[in-house]
């Protein structure tokens, strides 16, 4: 297997982009990530993408996404792993450098999630559920959500507003990033104040309906050092992946995350890395209990000790583990095949040092955990600046 | 060959609403109805309840207290209601499907205003004595619906009876003793096609409808069986309101003592299809052997089916194998708004 | 939506409650599977599920799914039946959803669960009530 290298990283201004269709913020992140790395061309395109054909009635993504930028010809492939679509077009492409079968891979992720109401944003991310056997009976995405930090709260004394301080957490981190979606002041007790959506998980708890694209150039790392010019060169060191039921009711334990935790266990070993390695993490924030929960399966936090860890600052800029910089899910944004590689992209420019405000110190090993559904796939991966 | 019920359960809505909460959305006087028509509050289908799941449940309590009969082997089910979910499409299948029943089954779904309950107990159990079938379903379920402001808003109400036919011997809870039907058209209650409410002929669903259809069917019945009112230990009659089952029956010569057991009406309001066979279902929770029942059911446009039975020495062992239809009644109970009963009742105008 | 042949097909775990138990491992599969997910084994004998349990943890939905607007707000609860076996169901006649806990008795009852629409199929199955 060879070295691979992030070369190029293009990331756009995500919200609610009323003025463009899919294709258009789709070329603008790819343009942006080419520009980047300095190449004009690839071998190969990937393209995480949720539900095109829920949100904006496109299958046959990739395709046509290619001819947008001209790359008609370049075999390109969209994959799908709901939230975590993003994640997954980053390991394919990762597979793709590694095996010798590509030399430079466009990266990509992208959701319009605006062309479609309320009611049918959340049908169309339900689907990530098991739509005939919970979501059937109207369960949502921040119930099911909502039913795990129950049992969390049972059995760790978790509160809301350990949850509530996660939120306003990453609010603040958002304020620092010119792309978030959201620059909100948020406070815990704003996020308590908020509307119950589905107890006891409230509005600001949970991440938003956001239209967005993120892209990566990959190459192998010999040819990333020829096209550095100057920069730090960051290299993929850890590839993890993992699956579990997507219905709750098959779930051993509903207060864990089994497929973060095996995802991760694989990045480490690949990686040759441990928690207390990490300098700064991208966690899939989708609703502040996932924060939590994702932490303690990461290894940054014992079992029970993520909600305090958020409360007691632990995991803010400037913490023991700064975790979401950019703003996570809640303020930078959830479109959610694009989360995953915007993750990456973050931590990139973090070990890279551009992160300016929001920059962690002397990072130069991070981690990327980005998350299916309620936790019914996983993606983890390890960067880090190489030497 | 002695054919009776073997199996009988009831299914009564959490929900309540109390009849001054109806009265004060439109300034009717409530008090006046509450003395006029013996009516205190009635029971509110949920949005997730209808005919066919209360005919389930209540279906499921009678094979509860049949003894273990295979469902299987009820060769045919009648579902009495005129709140069918569907207009186009059975009931009673998924009634069928729902308690395995199905598919060696004749099963048909009944409409004959409040009466299509004891059709369908007339059907079966005329099926089972013609040796047709082995055992047989009847149920009465009904969600009604008064319009708005009407008289029947405070009454119209949900529940529903089921009663399982057979002739094994020991299986008999109660024996059909006579069964009798007196059948005219008169058009005191009319629902058209496509229509939302009932409408009705206002002070002539009394005399020439109820208590006329009423009292030639109960006297048909006991002049038939040679029987007396003294003789029974239980009458129940269509329960519409509180007031005129308890008229017609006094009429007939019963005592309150007779009528009480079975007179639901005052708290549930009125079932419909279920409401003289949700009375019999009260009436069997405590019934001792060898008791004399008589039912008299009266639907609008108009007939009256009535039956007597015999309650058998088994009857007591399986009484409290099931919910007792007046525990239900009196227990667990949800008082709903009108706002919350209007939407309930689908009486919002919802987004398209 | 869901197709009318999807509502027949799938009406014997909706209304019945069949699932299927493996032989090799005695899992209780709901609905049945082809393999099962312990251990791998390919026979399975048919079994009705009980319709007792208990709630393992609840939410209450306040901003519904489309087409559950008017029975929203919706408690919906895992639970886990006598037998083992859990399913996510609604829950139904809860007065108040605050009295809603782990650990409380429930029982299966048969009910509407929601329709295509007006005009479209209903569609039926079991939700737990307070037992």
Redesign the interface.
Known sequence: MRDVAIIGVGMIPWGELWEKPLRTIWAEAAVAALEDAGVDTVDLITVGCMSPGLFVGQEHLASMVADQIGMAGVPAARVESACASGGLALRNGFAEVASGLADLVLVTGVEKMTDVDG??A??AL?TAA?Q?????????F??LY???A??HM?RHGTTVRQMAAVAAKNHANGLLNPNAQYHLKVTVDDVLAS???????HLLDCSPITDGAAALVLAPVDRARDLAGGRPVVKITGSGMATD?I????RED?GRLRAVQLAAERAYAMAGRKPSDIHVAEVHDCFSIAEIMVTEELGFFPPGEGGPAAENGLTALGGRIPVNPSGGLKSKGHPVGATGVAQVAEIVTQLRGEAGQRQVQGASIGLAQNMGGSGGSSIVHILEVAS | MTVGIIGYGAFVPRRRIRLEEIAAVWGADADSYRRGLQLHEKSVPGKDEDTITMSVEAARRAFVRSGGVDPAEVGAVYVGSESHPYAVKPSGTIVGEALGINPEVHIADLEFACKAGTEGMYLAQSLVKAGEVKYALGIGADTSQGAPGDALEYSAAAGAAAFLFGADEERILAEVVATYSWTTDTPDFWRRAYMHYPRHGSRFTGEPAYFRHITNSARGIMEKAGLEPEDFAFAVFHQPNGKFPIRVGKRLGFTMEQLETGWLSPWLGNTYSGASPMGLTAILDVARPGDLILLTSFGSGAGSDSFVFRVTERLPKVQELAPLTRVQLDNDKIHVSYGEYAKLRGKIRMAE | MISPARSWREAPQRYRLEAAKCTGCGRVCYPPRVVCPSCRGRDFEHVVLPREGNVVTHTVVRVPPQGFVEQSPLTIALVQLKDGTRLMVQMADVADPETVHAGMPVRLEFRRINSDGEAGVIYYGHKAVPA
């Not at chain 1, 005939?132 to 949502?140: M, N």
């Not at chain 1, 509307?195 to 998980?201: H, K």
């Not at chain 1, 219905?247 to 098959?250: E, I, N, P, S």
């Open positions: 009611a049918d959340t049908f339900g098991d005939e056997y919970e979501g059937f009976h109207g369960i949502t921040p119930g909502a039913m795990m129950r049992v049972a509307t119950m959506v589905a107890d006891p998980l039921s219905a709750l009711a098959d509903l």
